[in-house]
């Protein structure tokens, strides 16, 4: 198993230092990393990743797609999947929003190869009504990623703006049943001190997602 690790979306100047803390000591060896990210990033930010290892890839906002937050996300990680799966030997992919802090990235790495050895795993949290899962972190195989079909958010869907990512994983959009499908996946990290957390300052208040997505949904505590 070789892992390519895309880091995609928006990175600032505030959490830069953070996000290279965490990831630059990842085994390039080992594992195949990049980060997918858009052409205005500041010069400042791409030579400090650059020189501690990360190689980028740029891209220009698409005017093809609805303008909404997620489907830039999607739009980056297809980017940046694309590029690893084209130029690289990789055999799996990891997906890490640029916004997430994973203090034991090594840890996880280490429980997908060996205990889930391949399978596709999203890692979130339900925080709003009706299960609305994030589409923080998500890892699976690129046979796995060639045999989905990647839908992006349109104007019309305004009440689940991942709800297509919930029904590729999971094959169903209802909490109930996601809680179900990734449970034990949760548990098995929390016991094993995996731990993910906002860099965004917006969302630090979140806290260790784990811990909220096994804790809290839609009101109810399991």
Do not use: A
């Not at 997620?70 to 694309?82: A, D, H, R, T």
């Not at 046979?143 to 999971?170: A, C, G, N, V, W």
């Amino acid at each position: 198993m070789k892992i390519g690790i895309v880091f995609t979306g928006i990175i600032e100047e505030y959490y830069i230092d953070d996000f290279i803390r965490l990831y630059s000591k990842i085994d390039e060896i080992k594992y195949c990393k990049i980060v997918s990210t858009w052409r205005y990033t500041s010069e400042n930010i791409l030579n400090k990743l650059r020189e501690n290892g990360f190689e980028i890839i740029l891209s220009d906002f698409p005017e093809e797609i609805f303008k909404v937050s997620v489907n830039y996300q999607l739009y980056s990680f297809i980017k940046g999947s694309n590029y690893l799966i084209d130029n690289t030997e990789i055999t799996h992919l990891l997906r890490i929003r640029s916004d997430l802090n994973i203090p034991n990235i090594h840890l996880l790495l280490h429980i997908y190869e060996n205990i889930y050895c391949g399978k596709p795993i999203f890692i979130g949290c339900i925080r709003h009504n009706e299960g609305y899962l994030l589409d923080h972190v998500y890892l699976l195989s690129v046979d796995f990623y060639k045999s989905i079909h990647f839908r992006y958010q349109t104007p019309l869907e305004d009440t689940y703006p991942e709800k297509y990512m919930q029904e590729l994983f999971f094959g169903t959009s209802d909490w109930k049943n996601l809680i179900q499908c990734v449970t034990s996946s949760i548990l098995h990290l929390i016991d094993n001190n995996v731990e993910i957390h906002f860099l965004k300052r917006q969302y630090v208040s979140q806290g260790n997602l784990l811990v909220n997505y096994f804790t809290y949904c839609n009101g109810f505590y399991i």
